[in-house]
């Protein structure tokens, strides 16, 4: 594995030509000899949490001097303190040292389950509280989502994937990448009721029932499109006429910039207030505003941990609610 981990590192393993095809002993062995360090990485299938859980990872492999997979079996708790305190002597963000907990968490975890460690020393070692990061990805307000809603245009192709894109994202909280991987099979029934069949990190799969409007909205589209019929395609599609491939899937950043930035410029909405989590927060802090319990936005939100959660959970920051509003001089 060297100093850091790297996808060259990985066996490569031959590609089947047919289902009756055997391993032969060789290849048999190579797999057999994946250590499971390197069987957890290779099973994130988020690029994004693949990026990010290497750095961290190797950042703490450098820290202890981690060299070989199985070095990762004489860590204990003391080594997870000693990097905790280096990172806060860094003044990282409070969240950006709790992605780094986490991340070396999950891999323990999963040499847990494998039976190549006994236990995780990553449990027990306190994080920043969960708190630290509140505010850092706002959400919009109750005004401003239904401006938003309403911005584009009703009549045309474009516009009306738009509606139905925004709407996917205000009342379902779904990150930009689960958007574009949604094909139009992951939008049907449920005993009854439309649902979206979400594809989330690490491969878990949620079931969201679908809001009435955002079902409104992408029937509208899905009429206007007409692709309904393409089970297998995108449900998303770009709407340019000159693509090469016009069952091409949507780009989470392109989503971003085009659709959701797009048209909070047009409204003015201060861009450096709207990060490509802010409709995911707005949702989420709806939700959890009008009654919706934690445990249940969790699961919706498709989160491992409810601390995670709870940085959504605003009810006690409303500005309306502060004792400034309840001080008052008498002249």
Known sequence: MGSGIRKDDFPQVPVAVSDE???SRIEFQRLADVPPEAEWFANLTNENTK???RHDVTSFMRFVGIKRPEDFRTVTRAHVIAWRKTLEKRKLAPATTRRKLSALSDLYDYL???NAVPDNPVHGVERPKEGAN???TPAISDAQAVALLESPPRHTLKGKRDRAILAVFLF???RRAELCDLRVKDYGDREGIKHLTIHGKGGKIRFIPAHARAVRLVEEYLDAAGHRGEADSPLFRAVAKNLDDPKQRLNPGSVYRNVVMHYCRRLGIEAEGVGPHALRATSATNALSHGSDIA????WLGHSSISTTRLYDKRKMRPEDSPTFKVKYRT
Do not use: N, P, S
């Open 172 to 174: 379902h909280a779904v």
């Open 51 to 53: 990026r990010a859980y």
């Open 296 to 299: 249940e936005v969790q699961e």
């Open 112 to 114: 847990c389950e494998k």
């Open 134 to 136: 509140q505010g850092k």
């Open 21 to 23: 095809r055997l391993l």
